[in-house]
């Protein structure tokens, strides 16, 4: 079951690998990379793996009259959708400089390339792996593309139905057999309703032998807590220096002190989420001493006496003796020694 493996040197994920938080600056930074590079540090400093931005080369991702839909929400950048996308876009030689200062902080550049020249420049500047964002899921060609970079692949899943991510897994899994599959809705921010973290156990059914994780875009760190607790693997939430800027993103996304605290939270219930086999645990001990039950006599019992039902009772008792869960298997047996009404019976004292 190759369930896990090497998303970036020296980090591996999926099987009991901890989570790999990717935290998403996206376009949070405004167009300015003075931001941008003020979020990585925030991305580093709250612990996250990663600090990821999304690439476009805009005439190979948009068409002609989609870059000059007019774009006039209060999220717009420009007059036209081409404007907005350009103000945000950062140029190659600024991913350079991104890169190299991820690098100084010690945190790894990510970015998912939106369009197939974008996979081509993130290749050539060596990104550690592969995002497909979600608006790049059903694009079959792309996908080929991507996977035959032979970089690891995070392959998010908004607006997408099962049957495009088995045409998803089916296209990549020939190719290269490093990816994973994040669940994800594409609606920021995301309600409650609209996350369906179940999908997280059907891709784990569908999909056995790839890790799968979660990228969220609700309000809050408890849903993306809850798919760690469901086995989700990588995760991505969306970051902002502040959630009343300007732009599409920032409402769904966590500050600086959100990101530190769930990034925090989720190495709890890692921490929590333990062994699969089920045992009375060493910490367990001192309250089963106290507390545990044992079988007692219900009634004085003499020696040679093969034991029935009626003259056997539970209690917490001192010393402790035969354990309850094999109460019935006293009955026809015998004891050495008498005992007395309310006493221990013990299995030392079993003929
Ligand atoms: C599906 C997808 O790509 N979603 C991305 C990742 O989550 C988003 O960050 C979009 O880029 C963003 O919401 C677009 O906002 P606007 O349209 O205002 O530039
Ligand atoms: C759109 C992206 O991600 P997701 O679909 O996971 O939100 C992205 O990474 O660019």
């Known amino acids: 079951m190759p369930l896990e493996f090497e998303l970036a040197p020296g980090r591996m994920i999926g099987g009991d690998h901890p989570c790999f938080f990717i935290a998403e600056i996206g376009q949070n930074h405004q167009g300015d990379i003075n931001i941008a590079k003020q979020m990585i540090k925030v991305a580093k400093d709250a612990g996250a793996d990663c600090a990821k931005f999304q690439k476009s080369e805009l005439e190979f991702k948009f068409n002609k009259a989609a870059l000059e839909r007019p774009y006039t929400t209060k999220n717009s950048w420009g007059v036209t959708y081409g404007e907005h996308k350009r103000h945000l876009e950062f140029s ?207 009634k004085d019992i003499p020696a040679d006496t093969a034991m029935t039902l009626d003259m056997l009772t539970v209690k917490v008792a001192e010393p402790k003796g035969y354990p309850p869960e094999k109460i019935f298997d006293l009955i026809g047996k015998k004891l050495k020694k008498g005992v007395e009404n309310d006493d221990s019976v013990t299995e030392d004292n079993l003929q």
């Not at 991104?98 to 945190?107: D, N, P, Q």
């Not at 056995?208 to 979660?214: E, K, T």
């Not at 990588?234 to 990101?259: N, Q, Y």
């Open 92 to 298: 190659h030689e600024q991913y350079q400089e991104l890169k190299a200062y991820a690098e100084s902080v010690g945190i790894l550049l990510g970015a998912s390339g939106m369009d197939e020249k974008a996979i081509d420049f993130l290749d050539e500047l060596g990104i550690a792996f592969l995002k497909v964002g979600s608006g790049d899921t059903n694009n079959l060609p792309y996908l080929e593309h991507a996977a035959k970079k032979g970089r690891p692949m995070v392959i998010s899943s908004g607006m997408q139905t099962m049957d495009t991510m088995k045409k998803v897994y089916n296209t990549v899994k020939p190719i290269n057999d490093k990816f994973c599959i994040l669940q994800c809705t594409s609606a920021y921010p995301l309600e409650p309703e609209d996350v369906h973290l179940n999908i997280i156990k059907e891709y784990q059914k569908e999909f056995p032998d790839i890790p799968i994780g979660y990228s969220g875009h609700e309000n809050g760190m408890s849903i993306t807590l809850a798919a760690v607790a469901m086995g989700a693997k990588v995760l991505e939430r969306h970051i902002t220096l502040d959630k009343t800027w300007k732009g599409s993103d920032h409402s769904a996304s966590l500050e600086p002190s959100e990101l530190k605290e769930l990034i925090s939270q989720i190495r709890i219930v890692e921490r929590a989420m333990g062994s699969r086999v089920k045992k009375m645990r060493s910490c367990e001990l001192f309250t089963h001493q106290k507390l545990g039950k044992s079988v007692v006599a219900a």
